[in-house]
């Protein structure tokens, strides 16, 4: 495990960040290293038919279950052509999702499968082939929700959405709705991966991924951090829904130049969001970290990995300790090198009005 100290924070800000610029506004986004580009040229070559794929493989799903890899890759080729080219919720995010709960499922999974024992009142020795197979599905589902639980996303919140009578707030309430009739409506019609199943095992994936995606909705965040799972539906449903909702979360986690990515992308689209509000609804406010010109991007950050990644990793230990520790490490050292950048933000600030007046320049910590 890593050690972490405030003094390798900030030794990694001063390594990452050597040339950023002073804007306030800004997790220094004009940094231009080998490994900013390595970091986006990962996160772009993953996508939903390969991070499925993979996800399938290494949980042995293609020989447990009755499905093929020439199956999978038709139908996410169908789930990755619904995303929008949004600057973060797009195909990339869907896929880096998959990637994140597939690798919680094999990290995790003795403690998971114990889990879904008890919630049964089953032993290990009653533990056979019919409760692997469920696990089975259990696992296709986690993968199949993660895959699906951003599809045509419009790229703006869901108070906006709403506020502005979008198209897509007259048949659905949020956008992760959307994303559930997606898979009800469209997947399911066009599907091939789940036909080789009962009846009844295609209604427990069914179930399980329609819970799933739902419960990615921002607004249900605390619903989904309260484990509260008896016999095994329940226990599938909630598992699912916390899997997937802290690997939507978890890129507050990453390494800081993988990090550092997904908050620039998902700032594009806050801003985004915020030029759209100015020039076609001036009647709406518009909330300081979507106005570009005000927004304060790294103490966005900090607040989203504070207040929402924390504590859905907290909320994980009790059932994916391992995920848990990775997840809270990684948050630890993010928030640490978003209070360094902070500070820095404001040493050069104050360093400015100093030099305009003419009266020196401040110590250097860094
Ligand atoms: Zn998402």
Redesign the pocket.
Known sequence: MLSFTLESAVAIVAVVCITHSSSSSSTNSSCSSDADSSAEYTIRSNDIPRATHEACHDLHLFKILPLTPEQLCLDMQLVQASYLSNPY?NKH??AD?VSKSAKTLQRDGASLKRRVMEAQCLTLEQWGEHQERRFALFQLAVILAAAM??VL?PGYNNAYLKAIKHVMALTHTTAEQASVAFFTDIFLSQQHVLNCLSEEERQLVKEIITYAIDE?DMSKHGDALKWQAAGELECFKHLAALIVHAA?LANGADAWAVSKVWARWCNAEFHAQGDHSLRYHPELPVMKQFNRKVADVPDGQLFFITTFAVPTFEALEAVAPLTAQAGLQGCKMNAAICKVIMQRNKDCLLQRTMSRLGLGTLPRFL
């Open positions: 919720h995010h869907g999702v639980h951003d996303h990615t939507d």
